[in-house]
């Protein structure tokens, strides 16, 4: 026999910008929304019957509609108001899940002060949040972050490792650091000033990468979590993917110049792929 196993649906890529105005200044959010509704749609699948489907285009209005009304600032604040309008309005569904990425903005300096209304792009890091619930249950609620490039130029090195007959590596004791941070932690607790845990836990990390002395990505990833569990105590694991973006010493040699660790050449494929979960202990 053949049958229908777990599904969901939803609404991807919603792209929403909204601008927060108040006669000292305007703050400026650029969300990208992904609805997913899991729930009683058997029919749907075995019949093509549609009349327990909320059409993907009404989830699209409905983050547009929520977010015009909700005075949420923190995306997971959002998240949690889009959920609880789904299932609401939907008693087919059982569960709701809502994902947002935010793209960074700054506001303008111009004539060494904080511009009110205007603003720039900020680096290619995305903050991210995953919000669930099901019906009569609570929040799961998982934010972090990705594309966090940082790089140290001193304090890293990498030596004592296994040798074999293909490797051609050679130990380092200084080299070039230079990674895209993905993180992503769980919080304990439903009700936060998520935005401030969130800058806890980025400088937490941000600062152990700076002033840690690395023997290995390994050995700095872990410090990284460590601190942000630390920091934190609202939570309880944190998951942290930390590839090795290269820099590779230029052979100027053949030139007849010496290269006393300036001149690299940056290269990321291959790369060296990193990642683990880092944990309180039960």
């Known amino acids: 026999m053949i049958e ?9 890529r919603v ?6 105005r108040s006669p000292k200044g305007n703050e400026l959010r650029e969300w990208t929304v992904q609805v997913l509704l899991t729930g009683d749609f058997d029919t749907a699948h075995y019949r093509g019957d549609n009349s327990k489907i909320l059409p993907t285009d009404t989830m699209k209005n409905t983050v547009y509609s929520v977010a015009r009304n909700s005075s949420a600032i923190a995306m997971e604040d959002y998240a949690k108001e889009l959920v609880d309008f789904l299932l609401g309005r939907n008693p087919q569904v059982s569960s709701v899940s809502v994902a947002v990425e935010a793209t960074m903005w700054k506001r303008l300096t ?7 209304t205007s603003f720039m792009r900020g680096s290619g890091e995305i903050q991210t949040t995953s919000v ?10 998982q934010s972090g972050f990705k594309d966090l490039i940082v790089m140290k130029t001193s304090d890293s090195g990498f030596e004592d490792y296994i040798v074999d007959d293909l490797t051609t ?8 650091f230079c990674t895209a941070v993905t993180a992503e932690w769980r919080y304990t607790v439903e009700s936060l000033a998520f935005d401030a845990m969130r800058s806890a836990l980025r400088e937490a990390m941000i600062k152990t990468f700076a002033n840690h ?26 998951d942290l993917v930390m590839p090795n973006k290269h820099c590779l010493l230029v052979d100027l040699s053949r030139f007849g110049q010496d290269n006393p ?22």
């Open 4 to 12: 229908l196993a777990e599904n969901c649906y939803g609404k991807s």
């Open 15 to 20: 792209r929403l910008m909204k601008v927060t």
């Open 110 to 116: 111009v004539d060494g002060k904080p511009h009110p």
């Open 132 to 141: 669930s619930r099901g019906r009569g249950g609570g929040f799961s609620i």
């Open 169 to 176: 590596l050679k130990p380092t004791s200084d080299r070039l």
């Open 213 to 238: 002395k690395s023997k290995s990505v390994q050995e700095t990833l872990y410090e990284m979590g460590k601190s942000a569990l630390e920091r934190v105590a609202e939570v309880d694991r944190i």
């Open 261 to 282: 660790n300036e001149i690299f050449v940056p290269t990321d494929e291959p790369a060296g792929h990193i990642e683990a979960r880092v944990r309180r202990s039960a």
